[in-house]
């Protein structure tokens, strides 16, 4: 813009010039002195525009300029002559130079365009005021600084607006975090309802995976605070029943106790009755910190079992003990050998043939049988209640009074599940009336296929 201005002032002073250039002189200087050329600047000013100036530089001789200027009404007044000062100005700014538009500075009058003219004897000069130009292009400026701020804050606005409507989403998921964070977890039952909606959950989208993977957590966060719940319980259930199985012989034994003291004639039966309670609650608290040490992970020894001969020699103790129900053994052709601790293995086959005899009638039979990675235990009595089979590893469990007809304080699957658990290996129990199946799997020594052997024989 600046330049296209500055064009079109350069073609309207260039055309000032011409017009006074080609205007007819008169005899004697300007005004009609005799101190210098024909020129009359005082003639031609009045065609030129408002605030231009023209002026007279004559090679020897005194210089003469006016400037034309409109008074305090808006109207034209006469031309006012340029000062001493501002023609030395011009002098000093403008090298003879014909019709070559120039920048020129006015003292006391501001900035000018000016063309020149060397005609005989003296130097030509027409000036047109810049302000006109200036002013414009300053409007420019502030016009376009306006109109970059307004489309900045615009900018800034809509901006502002998008990038809101597209964190929403992510504020509703920090929102679902910040009200978990506030629930209490310290203990008890927890119940975490929060979740990110389900329309914050498309894994498509950034917010989508977050949102999806603080539900995820979420989940993981519930079921391990409804484990650790279900973990004390279990550990207060724990505690109550074990502090009632040895409240029991404890009572006992300070009952014959003060029976002896008071009836000495009743000494032996009272000392044979404080023994029996004593090894039932020694044996109780020998299985409590064998379940203990178990549940810390303290390793058990791991070296070849054969698994064949221990459920033999298991069988065999049974039928001694027990000859009133049919036992019966299954073993494949070649050994089955597996990795533990061969007492504790044993105790586990033990635990699961008395737990049998305990709970089934005179004349039921109970079948063991030997496999690649373990055994099961098959009987043909009433079984697990539905109410008791989900919860019959668990401590302190007992079957129904009924049945369990030699005592026994409930810890017996419970060990057989820590032992196994202990090796590496798994029990699971299914059970029906005239159904039952116990399995128990365990793992097999490095280096040693048990299938593998069954084959070759």
Not at 38 to 45: S, V
Not at 214 to 242: C, G, I, K, P, Y
Not at 335 to 347: F, K, M, N, S, Y
Not at 410 to 425: F, K, Q
Request: proline share 7%.
């Amino acid at each position: 813009m600046k330049r296209d201005l500055d064009a079109q002032l350069d073609a309207r002073a260039l055309d000032s010039l011409t017009k006074t250039v080609d205007s007819p002189r008169q005899p004697g200087g300007p005004g009609g002195r005799d101190d210098g050329p024909g020129f009359d600047p005082t003639r031609d000013i009045l065609r030129q525009e408002e605030g231009a100036f023209v002026a007279s530089i004559p090679v020897s001789g005194t210089a003469w300029g006016v400037i034309k200027e409109d008074d305090e009404d808006g109207g034209w007044s006469a031309p006012s002559e340029l000062s001493t000062t501002q023609l030395r100005s011009i002098s000093e700014q403008l090298p003879a130079a014909e019709y070559q538009p120039k920048d020129l500075t006015l003292p006391g009058g501001g900035s000018y365009r000016v063309v020149t003219h060397q005609s005989p004897g003296e130097l030509v000069v027409v000036g047109l005021p810049c302000n006109g130009v200036d002013a414009t292009i300053a409007e420019l400026v502030r016009l376009e600084l306006l109109a970059t701020l307004l489309g900045v804050l615009a900018a800034a606005g809509v901006g502002t607006w998008v990038v809101r409507r597209q964190l929403a989403p992510l504020r509703e998921v920090s929102g679902t975090a910040h009200r978990v964070s506030e629930l209490p977890l310290g203990s008890g039952e927890i119940e975490m309802a929060e979740r990110v909606p389900q329309r914050l959950t498309d894994e498509r989208t950034e917010i989508g995976q977050v949102g999806s993977a603080l539900n995820t957590m979420l989940d993981h966060v519930e079921s391990s605070l409804a484990q650790r719940h279900r973990s004390e319980q279990q550990v207060r259930q724990f505690v109550a029943d074990a502090s009632h199985e040895l409240r029991t012989p404890l009572a006992t034994i300070a009952g014959y106790t003060e029976l002896a003291r008071k009836r000495p004639e009743a000494t032996g039966t009272a000392l044979d009755k404080v023994e029996t309670e004593s090894a039932r609650m020694t044996a109780l608290v020998e299985d409590l910190l064998l379940l203990a040490r178990l549940d810390s992970g303290r390793p058990l020894v791991r070296e070849p079992v054969d698994l064949s001969r221990l459920l033999i020699e298991a069988v065999d103790d049974a039928r001694v003990v027990d000859p009133e129900r049919s036992w019966r053994l299954a073993l494949p052709d070649a050994p089955v050998i597996v990795a533990g601790d061969e007492v504790r293995l044993h105790q586990v086959v033990s635990n699961l043939l008395t737990n049998g005899r305990k709970y089934t009638p005179v004349g039921s039979t109970i079948t063991v049988t030997g496999a690649a990675q373990g055994f099961t235990v098959h009987d043909d009595g009433p079984g697990f209640s539905p109410d008791l089979a989900p919860r019959a590893f668990e401590r302190f469990v007992r079957g129904d009074v009924s049945r369990n007809r030699a005592g026994g304080a409930g810890l017996g699957l419970s060990m057989v599940e820590a032992i196994v658990a202990a090796h590496g290996g798994s029990v699971t129990l299914r059970s029906t009336p005239g159904d039952t199946l116990i399995t128990v799997r365990l793992p097999e020594p490095p280096g040693v296929r048990n299938s593998e052997l069954q084959s070759e024989a």
